[in-house]
């Protein structure tokens, strides 16, 4: 046993069951998973989760699996099966917390509504996740991230203001309503164990995952008509803190907008009439002169290497950074350091590096057990606690069932 291996898990004895696919609710129990909850995730017989086969495949599985889906017990189950869904009703009548992310209704269809499983389980914590929410006019539309994060207000501020609003690189969305759902369900199993309170649903919208964490922008709007505007690399109102082009042709960020920073910031580009400048002193006189602010910033960068304006900066405590790629952060000294990435072995023998856990605890940290799991791996093993014998499971799986 290694000393991590060795290491308390905080949600050590925690159950969770988790229905649904690809990111939004898998995410939130690979979470729970990662700090000793047991995760039991049903999938479709025969093809499982989508996510197995999304992105960069490696012999056939996804390298995106074995990451989200780490820690996780694979059981295979038809969940149109009536048979299926009373196997399913038996682990939820003990689990802890039931994750899912299908449309609203599909679960009542199945007989797997709150209602039934909170009446078999009255401490059931179920954290139901979906694009518009339980309820609402829009309830019933299919969701996914991309029109969540137009909703949620975060597509129209991002990109350039002369084109098209871009999305960011990543499901953010999705994620986003993940941490939600997790702490959505870390305070209701708060409830049930310290205040002795019942289980509760709890309804996770990714456009509001979305919009609960767009700042000011609904209050500027009520209050004065403004709407926020896409500005680039730029933060709006927030003065400096933009991308500027370095003379290598590298891009450097630089966030020089507390009182204190912009002027070491002023002192360091060679600048100390504007460091001086009581007109720049502060935030709201800044954002007056920021294209003159950002001029001279950009005026400075374009003279100099991105590896000189760091070691510039960095000098005088002026955070700063280079635009990481893949590549850089794989490559990066901190991150090594931090332990954020991490060495496994697949299936096969190749070596693969996976996100190191976040966040650290110093007493009980996450721990990746194993690896997202073969199709099924665990079902027999699940599906015998709960009674199932070979024999029965056997015949499931003749019949398509598991």
Not at 77 to 83: A, I, N
Not at 100 to 120: C, D, Q, V, Y
Not at 278 to 291: C, S, V, Y
Request: with cysteine.
């Amino acid at each position: 046993m290694t000393q991590a291996e060795a290491q308390p898990l905080a949600l050590k004895g925690v159950k969770v069951l988790e229905l649904g696919a690809l990111i939004a609710g898998p995410y939130a129990s690979t979470l729970l998973a990662q700090f000793g909850a047991e995760v039991i995730k049903i999938e479709p017989p025969g093809k499982g989760d989508p996510l197995r086969t999304w992105r960069k495949l490696h012999k056939g599985t996804s390298l995106w699996w074995y990451t989200q889906s780490r820690n996780k017990k694979s059981v295979t189950l038809d969940l149109k099966h009536p048979e299926a869904q009373e196997i399913v009703r038996k682990l939820a009548a003990e689990a802890d917390v039931v994750i899912e992310n299908f449309r609203p209704g599909t679960l009542e269809k199945w007989g797997l509504g709150w209602e039934t499983l909170h009446a078999l389980n009255p401490s059931l914590i179920m954290v139901r996740i979906s694009g518009y929410g339980q309820t609402g006019p829009a309830s019933q539309k299919p969701g996914f991230a991309a029109i969540a994060e137009c909703m949620g207000g975060l597509r129209y501020v991002t990109g350039y203001p002369d084109r098209a609003p871009v999305r960011t690189g990543v499901s953010l969305g999705d994620t986003l309503a993940s941490l939600y759902a997790v702490v959505g369900a870390l305070i209701a199993m708060h409830h049930v164990k310290v205040n002795g309170g019942k289980g509760q649903m709890i309804d996770v919208a990714l456009y509001e995952a979305v919009f609960a964490v767009m700042e000011s922008l609904i209050p500027e709007y009520s209050v004065g008509g403004n709407i926020r505007e896409r500005t680039g690399s730029a933060l709006p109102g927030i003065v400096p803190s933009n991308t500027y082009l370095c003379q290598d042709g590298s891009y450097v960020a630089i966030a020089g907008n507390g009182d204190g920073i912009f002027k070491r910031l002023m002192a360091a580009i060679g600048r100390p009439d504007l460091a001086e400048d009581p007109a720049l002193a502060q935030n709201d006189g800044r954002a007056k002169q920021t294209e003159m602010i950002d001029g001279v910033i950009a005026a400075w960068t374009a003279q100099h290497t991105l590896d000189h304006i760091l070691e510039t900066l960095d000098a005088a405590s002026v955070p700063c950074g280079r635009i990481y790629t893949a590549k850089d952060i794989y490559e990066d000294a901190h991150y090594r350091a931090r332990d954020m990435i991490q060495s496994f072995e697949l299936p096969d023998g190749q070596a693969v590096d996976l996100p190191g856990i976040v966040p650290k605890l110093s007493e009980t940290p996450g721990q990746t057990r194993w690896l997202g799991p073969e199709l099924g791996a665990h079902t027999e093993e699940v599906l015998a606690r709960i009674g199932v014998t070979p024999e029965q499971y056997a015949q499931m799986r003749e019949a398509g069932l598991a």
